[in-house]
Protein backbone atom coordinates (compact mmCIF):
# COMPACT_ATOMS: atom_id res chain seq x y z
CA UNK A 1 0.00 0.00 0.00
CA UNK A 2 2.14 2.86 -1.47
CA UNK A 3 -0.08 5.81 1.00
CA UNK A 4 -2.16 4.51 3.45
CA UNK A 5 -4.00 7.81 4.25
CA UNK A 6 -4.77 8.71 0.86
CA UNK A 7 -6.05 5.26 0.66
CA UNK A 8 -8.52 5.17 3.71
CA UNK A 9 -9.98 8.93 2.88
CA UNK A 10 -10.44 7.25 -1.03
CA UNK A 11 -12.16 4.05 0.70
CA UNK A 12 -14.19 6.07 3.31
CA UNK A 13 -16.09 8.05 0.84
CA UNK A 14 -16.93 5.01 -0.75
CA UNK A 15 -18.41 3.51 2.13
CA UNK A 16 -19.56 6.50 4.13
CA UNK A 17 -23.36 6.62 2.57
CA UNK A 18 -24.24 3.47 4.00
CA UNK A 19 -21.96 2.53 6.91
CA UNK A 20 -21.24 4.65 10.57
CA UNK A 21 -17.83 4.38 10.57
CA UNK A 22 -16.08 4.47 13.97
CA UNK A 23 -12.90 3.26 13.77
CA UNK A 24 -9.93 2.70 11.19
CA UNK A 25 -6.59 0.64 11.10
CA UNK A 26 -4.25 -0.22 8.73
CA UNK A 27 -2.76 -4.02 9.22
CA UNK A 28 -1.05 -6.52 6.87
CA UNK A 29 -1.23 -4.13 3.73
CA UNK A 30 -4.93 -4.14 4.61
CA UNK A 31 -7.21 -1.14 6.08
CA UNK A 32 -9.93 -2.08 8.54
CA UNK A 33 -12.86 -0.38 9.18
CA UNK A 34 -15.20 -0.78 11.73
CA UNK A 35 -18.60 0.43 11.04
CA UNK A 36 -22.49 0.13 11.48
CA UNK A 37 -24.84 -0.39 8.49
CA UNK A 38 -27.47 3.17 8.10
CA UNK A 39 -30.02 0.35 6.75
CA UNK A 40 -30.21 -3.19 5.72
CA UNK A 41 -27.04 -4.58 6.34
CA UNK A 42 -27.04 -7.03 2.92
CA UNK A 43 -27.75 -3.79 0.94
CA UNK A 44 -24.55 -1.93 2.32
CA UNK A 45 -22.65 -4.56 1.56
CA UNK A 46 -24.35 -5.11 -2.13
CA UNK A 47 -23.59 -1.73 -2.44
CA UNK A 48 -20.28 -0.84 -1.19
CA UNK A 49 -18.78 -4.39 -2.44
CA UNK A 50 -19.76 -3.23 -6.19
CA UNK A 51 -18.23 -0.27 -5.48
CA UNK A 52 -14.97 -1.63 -4.05
CA UNK A 53 -14.61 -4.04 -7.02
CA UNK A 54 -15.37 -1.20 -9.64
CA UNK A 55 -12.83 1.02 -8.24
CA UNK A 56 -9.79 -1.70 -7.87
CA UNK A 57 -10.48 -3.37 -4.62
CA UNK A 58 -11.17 -6.50 -2.66
CA UNK A 59 -13.15 -5.86 0.03
CA UNK A 60 -14.16 -8.76 2.89
CA UNK A 61 -17.13 -8.07 5.54
CA UNK A 62 -17.22 -9.84 8.71
CA UNK A 63 -20.28 -9.16 11.37
CA UNK A 64 -19.76 -9.30 14.92
CA UNK A 65 -21.48 -8.02 18.10
CA UNK A 66 -20.00 -4.35 17.57
CA UNK A 67 -21.46 -4.42 14.15
CA UNK A 68 -18.88 -4.84 11.10
CA UNK A 69 -15.38 -5.16 10.13
CA UNK A 70 -14.51 -4.20 6.84
CA UNK A 71 -11.24 -5.12 5.39
CA UNK A 72 -10.03 -3.58 2.06
CA UNK A 73 -7.16 -4.52 -0.15
CA UNK A 74 -5.97 -2.81 -3.08
CA UNK A 75 -5.70 -5.48 -6.15
CA UNK A 76 -2.53 -5.78 -8.05
CA UNK A 77 -2.14 -3.64 -11.19
CA UNK A 78 -2.33 -6.76 -13.82
CA UNK A 79 -5.77 -7.17 -12.26
CA UNK A 80 -7.42 -3.74 -13.15
CA UNK A 81 -6.44 -3.21 -16.52
CA UNK A 82 -8.96 -0.99 -17.93
CA UNK A 83 -9.57 -2.82 -21.06
CA UNK A 84 -12.80 -1.19 -22.35
CA UNK A 85 -10.82 2.34 -22.12
CA UNK A 86 -8.06 1.31 -23.91
CA UNK A 87 -10.24 -0.25 -26.85
CA UNK A 88 -12.70 2.82 -26.61
CA UNK A 89 -9.01 5.45 -26.54
CA UNK A 90 -7.87 3.60 -29.74
CA UNK A 91 -10.74 3.61 -31.36
CA UNK A 92 -11.80 7.10 -30.80
CA UNK A 93 -8.03 7.95 -32.30
CA UNK A 94 -8.89 6.02 -35.61
CA UNK A 95 -12.37 7.78 -36.20
CA UNK A 96 -10.65 10.97 -35.70
CA UNK A 97 -8.32 10.37 -38.12
CA UNK A 98 -11.00 8.99 -40.46
CA UNK A 99 -13.76 11.12 -39.90
CA UNK A 100 -13.75 13.04 -43.65
CA UNK A 101 -13.79 8.91 -44.86
CA UNK A 102 -16.31 8.07 -42.51
CA UNK A 103 -18.88 10.70 -43.69
CA UNK A 104 -18.15 10.51 -47.16
CA UNK A 105 -17.24 6.53 -47.38
CA UNK A 106 -14.55 8.29 -50.01
CA UNK A 107 -11.43 7.15 -49.59
CA UNK A 108 -9.95 9.43 -52.18
CA UNK A 109 -9.62 11.98 -49.64
CA UNK A 110 -6.63 10.57 -48.49
CA UNK A 111 -5.07 11.27 -52.16
CA UNK A 112 -4.97 14.63 -51.41
CA UNK A 113 -1.90 16.60 -51.26
CA UNK A 114 -1.53 16.90 -47.34
CA UNK A 115 -3.98 15.10 -46.27
CA UNK A 116 -2.81 12.52 -43.53
CA UNK A 117 -0.84 15.22 -42.29
CA UNK A 118 -3.62 17.61 -41.56
CA UNK A 119 -5.66 14.69 -40.10
CA UNK A 120 -2.54 13.56 -37.76
CA UNK A 121 -2.39 17.22 -36.55
CA UNK A 122 -6.06 17.11 -35.89
CA UNK A 123 -5.96 14.21 -34.01
CA UNK A 124 -3.29 14.85 -32.08
CA UNK A 125 -4.53 18.40 -31.02
CA UNK A 126 -8.00 17.29 -30.48
CA UNK A 127 -6.91 14.56 -28.50
CA UNK A 128 -4.58 16.24 -26.14
CA UNK A 129 -7.26 18.35 -25.31
CA UNK A 130 -9.83 16.18 -24.15
CA UNK A 131 -7.36 13.88 -22.36
CA UNK A 132 -6.08 17.28 -20.21
CA UNK A 133 -9.77 17.64 -20.01
CA UNK A 134 -10.42 14.04 -18.32
CA UNK A 135 -6.89 13.67 -16.63
CA UNK A 136 -7.90 17.15 -15.07
CA UNK A 137 -11.13 15.98 -13.13
CA UNK A 138 -9.24 12.31 -12.30
CA UNK A 139 -6.06 13.95 -10.65
CA UNK A 140 -8.27 16.56 -8.92
CA UNK A 141 -10.40 13.43 -7.59
CA UNK A 142 -7.74 11.67 -6.94
CA UNK A 143 -6.24 14.46 -4.57
CA UNK A 144 -9.63 15.10 -2.95
CA UNK A 145 -10.12 11.42 -2.25
CA UNK A 146 -13.17 10.57 -4.96
CA UNK A 147 -12.19 8.03 -6.59
CA UNK A 148 -12.73 8.46 -10.84
CA UNK A 149 -12.50 5.79 -13.56
CA UNK A 150 -10.38 6.70 -16.03
CA UNK A 151 -11.60 8.27 -19.22
CA UNK A 152 -14.09 6.44 -21.38
CA UNK A 153 -13.50 8.12 -24.96
CA UNK A 154 -16.49 7.60 -27.50
CA UNK A 155 -15.73 7.51 -30.69
CA UNK A 156 -18.13 8.73 -33.57
CA UNK A 157 -18.58 9.02 -37.41
CA UNK A 158 -19.01 12.60 -37.13
CA UNK A 159 -17.50 15.36 -38.36
CA UNK A 160 -15.12 15.67 -35.38
CA UNK A 161 -14.97 11.45 -35.24
CA UNK A 162 -16.25 11.72 -31.33
CA UNK A 163 -18.32 12.90 -28.60
CA UNK A 164 -16.07 13.66 -26.48
CA UNK A 165 -15.50 11.48 -23.20
CA UNK A 166 -16.66 10.92 -19.96
CA UNK A 167 -15.35 9.61 -16.82
CA UNK A 168 -17.37 8.58 -13.79
CA UNK A 169 -17.04 9.46 -10.27
CA UNK A 170 -17.24 6.05 -8.09
CA UNK A 171 -17.35 7.26 -4.67
CA UNK A 172 -19.83 9.79 -3.62
CA UNK A 173 -18.61 13.36 -2.98
CA UNK A 174 -17.48 14.48 0.76
CA UNK A 175 -18.51 18.14 0.18
CA UNK A 176 -19.31 21.38 -1.86
CA UNK A 177 -15.74 21.84 -2.04
CA UNK A 178 -14.69 18.88 -3.35
CA UNK A 179 -17.32 18.98 -5.93
CA UNK A 180 -16.10 22.74 -7.28
CA UNK A 181 -12.59 21.37 -7.66
CA UNK A 182 -12.96 17.90 -9.53
CA UNK A 183 -16.13 19.51 -11.83
CA UNK A 184 -13.85 22.96 -12.87
CA UNK A 185 -10.36 21.07 -13.36
CA UNK A 186 -11.21 19.22 -15.72
CA UNK A 187 -12.93 22.03 -18.09
CA UNK A 188 -9.86 24.64 -17.36
CA UNK A 189 -7.28 22.13 -17.98
CA UNK A 190 -9.33 21.54 -21.76
CA UNK A 191 -9.56 25.06 -21.95
CA UNK A 192 -6.11 25.81 -21.80
CA UNK A 193 -5.28 23.36 -24.16
CA UNK A 194 -7.98 24.30 -26.44
CA UNK A 195 -6.75 28.04 -26.43
CA UNK A 196 -3.01 27.28 -27.30
CA UNK A 197 -4.10 24.95 -30.41
CA UNK A 198 -6.85 27.63 -31.90
CA UNK A 199 -4.21 30.36 -31.37
CA UNK A 200 -1.39 28.48 -33.04
CA UNK A 201 -3.37 27.21 -35.43
CA UNK A 202 -4.94 30.84 -36.64
CA UNK A 203 -1.72 31.84 -37.10
CA UNK A 204 -1.87 29.21 -40.03
CA UNK A 205 -5.22 30.30 -40.87
CA UNK A 206 -5.41 31.22 -44.64
CA UNK A 207 -7.87 33.66 -45.48
CA UNK A 208 -9.63 33.27 -48.75
CA UNK A 209 -12.32 34.92 -51.27
CA UNK A 210 -16.10 34.41 -50.01
CA UNK A 211 -17.50 32.28 -52.15
CA UNK A 212 -21.65 31.40 -52.67
CA UNK A 213 -22.94 27.98 -52.45
CA UNK A 214 -23.28 25.35 -49.86
CA UNK A 215 -20.98 24.93 -46.80
CA UNK A 216 -20.54 24.57 -43.20
CA UNK A 217 -19.59 27.89 -41.26
CA UNK A 218 -18.75 27.71 -37.31
CA UNK A 219 -20.35 30.10 -35.07
CA UNK A 220 -18.34 32.57 -33.02
CA UNK A 221 -17.70 33.33 -29.36
CA UNK A 222 -16.62 36.34 -27.79
CA UNK A 223 -13.36 34.48 -26.94
CA UNK A 224 -12.74 33.18 -30.76
CA UNK A 225 -13.73 36.61 -32.30
CA UNK A 226 -10.96 38.02 -29.98
CA UNK A 227 -8.05 35.35 -30.84
CA UNK A 228 -9.31 35.87 -34.42
CA UNK A 229 -8.57 39.68 -34.68
CA UNK A 230 -5.54 38.80 -32.42
CA UNK A 231 -4.25 36.26 -35.07
CA UNK A 232 -5.34 37.32 -38.55
CA UNK A 233 -6.14 40.32 -38.13
CA UNK A 234 -9.28 42.29 -39.68
CA UNK A 235 -11.15 40.44 -42.04
CA UNK A 236 -11.84 42.14 -45.50
CA UNK A 237 -15.72 42.64 -46.33
CA UNK A 238 -15.97 39.33 -49.31
CA UNK A 239 -13.59 37.63 -47.77
CA UNK A 240 -13.74 34.63 -44.77
CA UNK A 241 -10.93 32.59 -42.99
CA UNK A 242 -10.69 28.69 -42.99
CA UNK A 243 -9.45 27.41 -39.79
CA UNK A 244 -6.46 24.74 -40.07
CA UNK A 245 -6.82 21.52 -38.40
CA UNK A 246 -4.89 22.25 -35.14
CA UNK A 247 -7.33 25.60 -35.17
CA UNK A 248 -10.41 23.54 -35.59
CA UNK A 249 -9.24 20.99 -33.05
CA UNK A 250 -9.40 24.22 -30.64
CA UNK A 251 -12.60 25.61 -31.53
CA UNK A 252 -14.19 21.96 -30.89
CA UNK A 253 -12.44 21.81 -27.96
CA UNK A 254 -13.79 25.14 -27.07
CA UNK A 255 -17.47 24.08 -27.97
CA UNK A 256 -16.83 20.64 -25.80
CA UNK A 257 -15.53 22.88 -22.79
CA UNK A 258 -18.81 25.10 -23.36
CA UNK A 259 -21.10 22.26 -23.18
CA UNK A 260 -20.03 20.66 -20.17
CA UNK A 261 -19.83 23.91 -18.45
CA UNK A 262 -23.57 24.33 -18.96
CA UNK A 263 -24.97 23.99 -14.96
CA UNK A 264 -27.65 21.13 -15.39
CA UNK A 265 -27.87 17.90 -13.98
CA UNK A 266 -24.05 16.30 -13.31
CA UNK A 267 -22.27 17.91 -15.62
CA UNK A 268 -19.17 20.10 -14.87
CA UNK A 269 -21.24 23.07 -14.58
CA UNK A 270 -24.06 21.81 -12.69
CA UNK A 271 -21.31 20.63 -10.38
CA UNK A 272 -19.54 23.82 -9.86
CA UNK A 273 -22.98 25.38 -9.53
CA UNK A 274 -24.46 22.93 -6.87
CA UNK A 275 -20.80 24.19 -5.06
CA UNK A 276 -21.34 27.42 -5.40
CA UNK A 277 -24.85 27.94 -4.41
CA UNK A 278 -26.28 24.11 -3.29
CA UNK A 279 -29.48 22.99 -3.75
CA UNK A 280 -30.81 26.20 -5.52
CA UNK A 281 -28.76 24.58 -8.60
CA UNK A 282 -31.93 23.43 -9.75
CA UNK A 283 -33.64 26.64 -10.22
CA UNK A 284 -30.92 27.58 -13.06
CA UNK A 285 -31.43 24.51 -14.23
CA UNK A 286 -34.48 24.85 -15.18
CA UNK A 287 -33.78 28.18 -16.98
CA UNK A 288 -30.92 26.94 -18.79
CA UNK A 289 -33.23 24.17 -20.05
CA UNK A 290 -35.99 26.56 -21.02
CA UNK A 291 -33.64 28.53 -22.62
CA UNK A 292 -31.76 25.43 -24.79
CA UNK A 293 -35.78 24.65 -25.97
CA UNK A 294 -35.47 28.24 -27.49
CA UNK A 295 -32.29 27.89 -29.33
CA UNK A 296 -32.62 24.71 -30.76
CA UNK A 297 -35.34 26.63 -33.39
CA UNK A 298 -31.58 28.16 -34.38
CA UNK A 299 -29.71 24.43 -34.34
CA UNK A 300 -31.73 21.74 -33.42
CA UNK A 301 -28.56 20.71 -31.42
CA UNK A 302 -29.75 22.32 -28.31
CA UNK A 303 -33.20 19.72 -28.08
CA UNK A 304 -30.83 16.83 -28.51
CA UNK A 305 -28.47 17.65 -25.67
CA UNK A 306 -31.70 19.01 -23.77
CA UNK A 307 -33.23 15.38 -24.45
CA UNK A 308 -30.23 14.05 -22.75
CA UNK A 309 -30.17 16.17 -19.43
CA UNK A 310 -34.10 15.40 -18.99
CA UNK A 311 -33.50 12.06 -19.60
CA UNK A 312 -30.35 11.72 -16.66
CA UNK A 313 -31.68 14.23 -14.36
CA UNK A 314 -31.56 18.15 -13.69
CA UNK A 315 -31.38 18.04 -10.62
CA UNK A 316 -28.02 17.28 -8.84
CA UNK A 317 -28.11 14.74 -6.32
CA UNK A 318 -26.67 16.21 -2.44
CA UNK A 319 -23.07 16.14 -1.04
CA UNK A 320 -22.30 14.34 2.25
CA UNK A 321 -21.99 17.08 3.83
CA UNK A 322 -23.72 20.17 1.84
CA UNK A 323 -23.39 22.12 5.27
CA UNK A 324 -19.63 22.96 4.84
CA UNK A 325 -18.93 25.98 3.15
CA UNK A 326 -16.71 26.13 0.14
CA UNK A 327 -12.88 27.81 0.59
CA UNK A 328 -12.38 30.91 -1.22
CA UNK A 329 -10.14 29.06 -3.43
CA UNK A 330 -12.23 26.72 -4.34
CA UNK A 331 -14.93 29.73 -4.95
CA UNK A 332 -12.39 31.58 -7.31
CA UNK A 333 -11.65 28.37 -9.11
CA UNK A 334 -15.66 27.49 -9.79
CA UNK A 335 -16.19 31.62 -10.48
CA UNK A 336 -13.19 31.02 -12.89
CA UNK A 337 -14.78 28.12 -14.84
CA UNK A 338 -18.11 30.17 -14.81
CA UNK A 339 -16.50 32.89 -16.60
CA UNK A 340 -14.92 30.49 -19.53
CA UNK A 341 -18.52 28.96 -20.01
CA UNK A 342 -19.76 32.93 -20.68
CA UNK A 343 -16.73 33.43 -23.00
CA UNK A 344 -17.04 30.17 -24.91
CA UNK A 345 -20.41 30.54 -25.39
CA UNK A 346 -21.74 29.97 -28.94
CA UNK A 347 -25.42 30.22 -29.57
CA UNK A 348 -25.79 28.55 -32.92
CA UNK A 349 -22.02 26.18 -33.33
CA UNK A 350 -23.19 25.47 -36.62
CA UNK A 351 -24.74 26.25 -39.78
CA UNK A 352 -25.12 26.27 -43.50
Known sequence: MKNPEQMSKSVYYQIADQFEVSAIYHHNGRLIFRARPYRDPEQAVATVRKRLDSAGFEGRFKEDVHGMLISVKELPLARR???LNIILF???LLTMFFAPVLLSLDFSYFRLPGAAAERLEFTVALMAILLFHEFGHYLAGRRRGVLMSLPY????PNIVGTFGAIIKSRSPFANRRDLIEVGAAGPLAGFIISVIALSLGLQQTEVILTESGAGLTLGDSLLIRLLTWLFVGPIPEGYDYVLSPAAFAGWVGLLITMINLLPL????????VYGLIGRHQHRLSRLFFAAMIVLGFWWPGWWLFG???FLFGMRHPPTINDARVPSLA???MGIAALIIFVISFVPVPFKM
Request: proline share 8%; charged share 10%; no cysteine.
Open 330 to 332: ARL
Open 307 to 309: VLV
Open 90 to 92: FAT
Open 153 to 156: FIPA
Open 81 to 83: IPR
Open 265 to 272: GQLDGGHI
